[in-house]
Each structure stands twice: as structure tokens, then as C-alpha cells.
């Protein structure tokens, strides 16, 4: 299993932020080699990805959502692969994303690309042009607002 944690700061209000990267099939558009992401219901994504020439997709669950705060998510299909984003608001036009995410390299070419650093390097490069993306437009394409509470949380009052 590896892992990888990166953060960014990017200098728009935590909300705008958090309600861009609620967009996910929007993802394509900032993070290389995701091909596809096909939001199925509110809980459900399907991504299509390429690394290192090999194509696949796979089924996600995103596990908590809490607006401004959290989106967290694990892969249902068999394949090992779960993170959390979360946004920290720096200041009122200024918000951190920090990205966890653990995956396990299926193959040849995800195990060397794994090796030489190049996912954590392709995780590094998608928050940057996420930056850029965000900040560029200065205001989010859409947004989902409603949570999803994780398994075992107690009702929130």
C-alpha cells in the first residue's frame, strides 16, 4: 500500500473551493491522466484513468462529505485506492486543500510508476492546476452542498 499527502493554498474563499472539487466530473480538466469521472448517484463515481499507458476505470463511494469541510471516498470494485480532501479556510479569500490518499498499484507500469515517484508527483501537479483552474475563474463552475455522514457518525445537531 502506498500513500501520498500533498497540500496547496489557493487564494479563493474556502466555499468557492470546496464547491469546485464537489465538481468531479470536472477533474478531467486539471488532474492528468483522469480521462473520465461519471458522477452515477450522490454517493457513487466512476472513474476512467491512465497511468503509465494502461488505461482502467473503477467505482469510488464517497464516504463522508461535510460542506467546507471534507469529502472522503474508497474505491467498491476491488480495486484498493481511499483518500480524503480536506479545506482548511487561511483566510477569507484564502483556503488549504490538503489531499490524503492510499492506493495499491495494480501491475507493472502503476508499480514503477509508483517507484519513481511519479504519483506523487501527477497528485503534486493536480492541486496545482486545480490552483490555477480556481483561481483563474475566481468562482466555482456548480456546486452540491448536502452531506454525507460517514458510517457510525451520530446524527448531527
Known sequence: MSEVQ????????????????????????????VKQVHQLDAKTLHWEIEIGGVRRDFDAKITEQIPDKRIAWKSIDGKTQAGVVDFHRLSADKTRVNLQMAYDPEGFAENAADLLGIITTRVKGDLGRFKE??????????????????????PRR
Open 133 to 154: 483552474f480556481i483561481e483563474s475563474r475566481g468562482r466555482e463552475t456548480g456546486a452540491w452542498r448536502g452531506e454525507i455522514k460517514a458510517p457510525g457518525d451520530a
Open 6 to 33: 500533498r497540500h496547496v493554498d489557493v487564494n479563493c474563499p474556502v466555499s468557492t473551493v470546496y464547491n469546485q472539487f464537489t465538481q468531479f466530473e470536472e477533474f478531467p480538466k486539471f488532474m492528468a491522466g
